[in-house]
């Protein structure tokens, strides 16, 4: 189909580790209209290719790297996925990244590229437009992301980007991440372990440098649909896209402790007392190397909410990327550390070491409650570990990436670490991933989103507290002339679905970020990405039946990966133990009332199993092999 | 008197958007390696500069093609390539103190900012203000203007400048 190579580049390339075997391979043309890109192709070739069965850390398991037809594109197209089968939650991981990098590795020509097998030594990928060749990487074994990076761009190119392990990922730490960059800063691809597979193949990094181009095609329709955009994050108007340009994320930390759902003290409480000490205003007075200005973006994307630091407090000095709000959440509020320069270097570490801020800060603060309780002692730690103490969360996470004494435990993941002193109810964990930095018992759809999203607790593939908390627009109908309770529950099970369906296609296989597009109607996403590829995708309904095909079959994955409706549960703790205090005070979370509404809505049986009603629907045919 | 792209550095975030509209205005495609406008980064600094053509008065790259293949628009004020008297010498490229001029990859001729006739794109797209178009004569009024309003407030608080 000639419509391919507009969008899309329309080819992708086939790297075997194991005998150092490299193929560019044409897209096949029926799959990149059914599954679009990204996220959506991930789990297609994942369904086809891997045996859900298959232990995340052995070579039979594969490593999608995955750009969408948009990825490129302004507003806010720059978004690359990384899907695998995740160590962490034994279940699908897609996590995704901005940046640069998709961009780039879409400027070599290239719109994926699928990795199998296992290097014999450490390797890395290089691709400079059509030349693609694997390297030793022995030389940046062991080195810090940021040492690595240095070192890949003198001996490949000064202008090339890189999406890169560093020690946790090569000691299999089942939170490790992949970070990108090269030229410019660190952005994580955070969730579900990521990092843990690449190291388990002894693939060090992916550099990427293009010089093609990639076609639109209608150029002139595709320029007045982006400006037709424009008008939802414009300033002065107020939405969520132009705040986070003008705060970043840490902005609304402040915001969360107000509502009283900042998670504190491993989850017991929504409410921080030292939030004023880490929050976005704090930030912008002492440590934003721009201030209060937005200081940089993503490939195309006209807000630019991320944020540079500079520390210069003795002991804690450094320039860096970020913090980022859930970065700040949980390694702060979670482990009561209000030691603003602290968190920040607790951050900068899990970037140079490459791993998930999140999970690394609710696994700290899972232990510092194991403490508290008794189940740690001062002989399994070396020293007494207390909420608030910022010089043990620095340590604790040296130690997590080295994997070093305790830090082994730890890099195991909270819920591991949990089981291990016989409290898994003290691990703020679905599917034994840890849960991003909104308490439940204060966001209900958002918890229901935690809940059920196949990588595990997570926010981003089902951002759900835009209706419920930000007073954003997204996905018109759901907030526009609807008051959302969001301590209600009623109407909670549609929502978190079609939220979950929606950002399936548009935001995680076109490959936009949805902080820029959320306010932006579906039509209007729809124009871009039909102006862009040239393809008639059949309208919202088509697109939502495809968001939800890809969730489905992602579901279906960890069904047969063995997840089962027991892991469809939030911790104890928000079930059982009403919030103490602050403006949440007494709520729980119903999670009795809001799983069976979520899998009847669903078309799913009482277990959770998607019926033959809904894969026959949906064109699924798990008889036929994998193969749909 | 003429207008040029200005470059108010603090105002970049590095969003490219400049490299797209160039790119897809003059070829039609996606491609910052062929964009006349470059944001430059040096990471370790978090330091951003989109590069682009001065266009100088007097204009070194003019000065040293052998063969007149660059000439101004005495509309525009631009420095415009004539492709059919490019030989591809790539002495402009090193002539350039900003590293502003380009060649194509494949025929390796000159590729530079020719301010899109006058009413440049990348200025239209450029959401925080980074990139501005105005004259010299816009750009010394605003450096006085903020020039004598510190002197204003000096002399209010009485303090000797």
Same mark, same amino acid.
């Given at each position: 189909m000639s419509n391919q190579a507009f969008g899309w580049t329309g080819k992708?390339?086939?790297?075997?580790?194991? $005998?150092?075997?490299?193929?560019?391979?044409?897209?096949?043309?029926?799959?990149?209209?059914?599954?679009?890109?990204?996220?959506? @192709?991930?789990?297609?070739?994942?369904?086809?290719?891997?045996?859900?069965?298959?232990?995340?850390?052995?070579?039979?398991?594969?490593?999608? =790297? &995955?750009?969408?037809?948009?990825?490129?594109?302004?507003?806010?197209? $720059?978004?690359?996925?990384?899907?695998?089968?995740?160590? @962490?939650?034994?279940?699908?991981?897609?996590?995704?990244?901005?940046?640069?990098?998709?961009?780039? @590795?879409?400027?070599?020509? %290239?719109?994926?590229?699928?990795?199998?097998?296992? +290097?014999?030594?450490?390797?890395?990928?290089?691709?400079?437009?059509?030349?693609?060749?694997?390297?030793?990487?022995?030389?940046?074994?062991?080195?810090?992301?940021?040492?690595?990076?240095?070192?890949?761009?003198?001996?490949?190119?000064?202008?090339?980007?890189?999406?890169?392990?560093?020690? &946790?990922?090569?000691?299999?730490?089942?939170?490790?991440?992949?970070?990108?960059?090269?030229?410019?800063? &660190?952005?994580?691809?955070?969730?579900?372990?990521?990092? +843990?597979?690449?190291?388990?193949?002894?693939?060090? +990094?992916? =550099?990427?440098?293009?010089?093609?181009?990639?076609?639109?095609?209608? @150029?002139?329709? %595709?320029?007045? $649909?982006?400006?037709?955009?424009?008008?939802?994050?414009?300033?002065?108007?107020?939405?969520?896209?132009?705040?986070?340009?003008?705060?970043?994320?840490?902005?609304?930390?402040?915001?969360?402790?107000?509502?009283?759902?900042?998670?504190?003290?491993?989850?017991?409480?929504?409410?921080?007392?030292?939030?004023?000490?880490?929050?976005?205003?704090?930030? &912008?007075?002492?440590?934003?190397?721009?201030? +209060?200005?937005?200081?940089?973006?993503?490939?195309?994307?006209?807000a630019g909410c991320a944020r540079l630091s500079l520390v210069e407090e003795p002991g804690y000095e450094g320039k860096g990327e970020g913090p980022e709000y859930e970065s700040v959440a949980s390694l702060g509020s979670v482990t009561c550390v209000d030691n603003f320069p602290a968190v920040i270097k607790a951050g900068r570490i899990c970037n140079d070491m490459g791993m998930d801020t999140i999970s690394t800060g609710v696994t700290v603060g899972c232990a510092m409650e194991l403490f508290e309780i008794g189940a740690l002692t001062t002989q399994d730690i070396g020293y007494d570990l207390k909420f608030g103490d910022a010089d043990a969360l620095i340590d604790l996470v040296e130690k997590m990436a080295a994997r070093e004494g305790f830090g082994w435990i730890l890099g195991e993941g909270s819920y591991r670490l949990g089981e291990r002193y016989g409290h898994p109810e003290l691990s703020m964990t679905v599917k034994k991933q840890e849960l991003p930095n909104y308490d439940p018992r204060g966001v209900k759809g958002q918890g229901l989103a935690f809940v059920t999203n196949n990588r595990g607790a997570d926010h981003c593939r089902a951002e759900v507290n835009c209706s419920e908390i930000f007073e954003t627009t997204m996905l018109g109908y759901w907030s526009k002339d609807k008051d959302v309770d969001r301590f209600a529950i009623e109407g909670k099970a549609e929502m978190t679905i079609h939220y979950q369906n929606y950002c399936a296609w548009a935001y995680d296989s076109l490959g936009f970020c949805y902080f820029l597009l959320m306010e932006t109607p579906e039509q209007e996403i729809i124009d871009l990405l039909q102006s862009a590829t040239g393809i008639d995708f059949g309208g919202l309904d088509a697109l939502n039946k495809l968001g939800e095909t890809i969730f489905t079959m992602e579901r279906l994955f960890n069904l047969k990966a063995g997840l089962s409706a027991k892991d469809d549960t939030l911790p104890k703790r928000f079930l059982k133990e009403p919030m103490p205090d602050g403006p949440c005070k007494g709520q729980v979370f119903e999670q009795d009332q809001l799983l069976p509404d979520y899998y009847k809505m669903r078309g799913w049986d009482e277990k959770g199993v998607p019926m033959a009603a809904k894969l026959e629907e949906l064109g699924i045919h798990p008889s036929r092999g994998n193969n749909i | 008197?003429?207008?040029?792209?200005? *470059?108010?550095?603090?105002?970049?975030?590095?969003?490219?958007?400049?490299?797209?509209?160039?790119?897809?205005?003059?070829?039609?495609?996606?491609?910052?390696?062929?964009?006349?406008?470059?944001?430059?980064?040096?990471? /370790? #600094?978090?330091?951003?500069?989109?590069? *682009?053509?001065?266009?100088?008065?007097?204009?070194?790259?003019?000065?040293?093609?052998? /063969?007149?293949?660059?000439?101004?628009?005495?509309?525009?004020?631009? *420095?415009?390539?004539?492709?059919?008297?490019?030989?591809?010498?790539?002495?402009? *490229?090193?002539?350039?103190?900003?590293?502003?001029? #380009?060649?194509?990859?494949?025929? /390796?001729?000159?590729?530079?900012? #020719?301010?899109?006739?006058?009413?440049?794109?990348?200025?239209?797209?450029?959401?925080?203000g980074a990139l501005e178009f105005k004259t010299s004569a816009n750009v010394s009024e605003d450096i006085s203007m903020e020039y004598i309003k510190k002197v204003k407030q000096a002399k209010e608080q009485e303090v000797e400048i």
């Amino acid at each position: 189909m000639s419509n391919q190579a507009f969008g899309w580049t329309g080819k992708h390339i086939r790297v075997n580790l194991s $005998n150092s075997k490299i193929q560019v391979v044409e897209n096949d043309p029926a799959i990149m209209t059914s599954f679009i890109g990204a996220r959506g @192709l991930g789990i297609k070739y994942m369904t086809d290719e891997v045996d859900p069965r298959t232990d995340a850390l052995e070579p039979n398991n594969k490593f999608i =790297v &995955a750009t969408g037809p948009l990825t490129c594109m302004p507003p806010g197209g $720059n978004r690359t996925y990384f899907v695998t089968k995740s160590p @962490l939650t034994g279940g699908i991981a897609n996590a995704g990244v901005g940046g640069y990098f998709g961009a780039e @590795l879409k400027f070599c020509g %290239f719109d994926f590229i699928i990795f199998e097998g296992k +290097a014999e030594n450490p390797v890395y990928l290089w691709i400079k437009n059509k030349r693609i060749t694997l390297r030793k990487a022995d030389h940046i074994w062991g080195k810090g992301t940021e040492d690595s990076e240095e070192i890949l761009l003198k001996e490949t190119d000064p202008m090339a980007y890189i999406a890169a392990i560093g020690p &946790a990922g090569e000691n299999l730490v089942r939170l490790a991440n992949v970070i990108t960059g090269g030229v410019t800063g &660190a952005r994580a691809a955070g969730r579900g372990g990521v990092g +843990a597979v690449m190291g388990s193949k002894n693939l060090k +990094a992916i =550099v990427v440098r293009g010089h093609s181009g990639v076609k639109i095609a209608d @150029l002139e329709v %595709f320029n007045k $649909n982006i400006t037709k955009t424009w008008k939802y994050w414009q300033n002065p108007t107020p939405s969520c896209a132009s705040g986070l340009g003008e705060t970043g994320t840490i902005g609304v930390l402040s915001f969360t402790n107000d509502l009283g759902i900042l998670p504190t003290r491993n989850f017991k409480t929504g409410v921080f007392e030292g939030a004023h000490k880490i929050s976005g205003e704090t930030f &912008a007075e002492k440590y934003s190397v721009k201030g +209060a200005r937005p200081s940089k973006a993503c490939f195309a994307c006209p807000a630019g909410c991320a944020r540079l630091s500079l520390v210069e407090e003795p002991g804690y000095e450094g320039k860096g990327e970020g913090p980022e709000y859930e970065s700040v959440a949980s390694l702060g509020s979670v482990t009561c550390v209000d030691n603003f320069p602290a968190v920040i270097k607790a951050g900068r570490i899990c970037n140079d070491m490459g791993m998930d801020t999140i999970s690394t800060g609710v696994t700290v603060g899972c232990a510092m409650e194991l403490f508290e309780i008794g189940a740690l002692t001062t002989q399994d730690i070396g020293y007494d570990l207390k909420f608030g103490d910022a010089d043990a969360l620095i340590d604790l996470v040296e130690k997590m990436a080295a994997r070093e004494g305790f830090g082994w435990i730890l890099g195991e993941g909270s819920y591991r670490l949990g089981e291990r002193y016989g409290h898994p109810e003290l691990s703020m964990t679905v599917k034994k991933q840890e849960l991003p930095n909104y308490d439940p018992r204060g966001v209900k759809g958002q918890g229901l989103a935690f809940v059920t999203n196949n990588r595990g607790a997570d926010h981003c593939r089902a951002e759900v507290n835009c209706s419920e908390i930000f007073e954003t627009t997204m996905l018109g109908y759901w907030s526009k002339d609807k008051d959302v309770d969001r301590f209600a529950i009623e109407g909670k099970a549609e929502m978190t679905i079609h939220y979950q369906n929606y950002c399936a296609w548009a935001y995680d296989s076109l490959g936009f970020c949805y902080f820029l597009l959320m306010e932006t109607p579906e039509q209007e996403i729809i124009d871009l990405l039909q102006s862009a590829t040239g393809i008639d995708f059949g309208g919202l309904d088509a697109l939502n039946k495809l968001g939800e095909t890809i969730f489905t079959m992602e579901r279906l994955f960890n069904l047969k990966a063995g997840l089962s409706a027991k892991d469809d549960t939030l911790p104890k703790r928000f079930l059982k133990e009403p919030m103490p205090d602050g403006p949440c005070k007494g709520q729980v979370f119903e999670q009795d009332q809001l799983l069976p509404d979520y899998y009847k809505m669903r078309g799913w049986d009482e277990k959770g199993v998607p019926m033959a009603a809904k894969l026959e629907e949906l064109g699924i045919h798990p008889s036929r092999g994998n193969n749909i | 008197m003429n207008k040029s792209i200005e *470059v108010n550095l603090e105002k970049c975030t590095a969003c490219r958007i400049c490299e797209y509209i160039c790119s897809t205005h003059n070829f039609g495609e996606i491609n910052p390696s062929k964009s006349r406008i470059k944001v430059k980064i040096i990471s /370790k #600094d978090f330091f951003y500069y989109p590069m *682009v053509c001065r266009q100088c008065g007097k204009a070194p790259c003019i000065e040293v093609c052998p /063969k007149e293949a660059l000439i101004r628009n005495q509309k525009t004020g631009a *420095v415009e390539v004539v492709e059919e008297n490019c030989i591809g010498c790539r002495m402009c *490229v090193k002539a350039c103190p900003f590293g502003a001029m #380009d060649v194509h990859e494949k025929d /390796k001729l000159a590729n530079k900012c #020719d301010l899109c006739g006058g009413d440049p794109e990348c200025v239209k797209h450029c959401f925080y203000g980074a990139l501005e178009f105005k004259t010299s004569a816009n750009v010394s009024e605003d450096i006085s203007m903020e020039y004598i309003k510190k002197v204003k407030q000096a002399k209010e608080q009485e303090v000797e400048i």
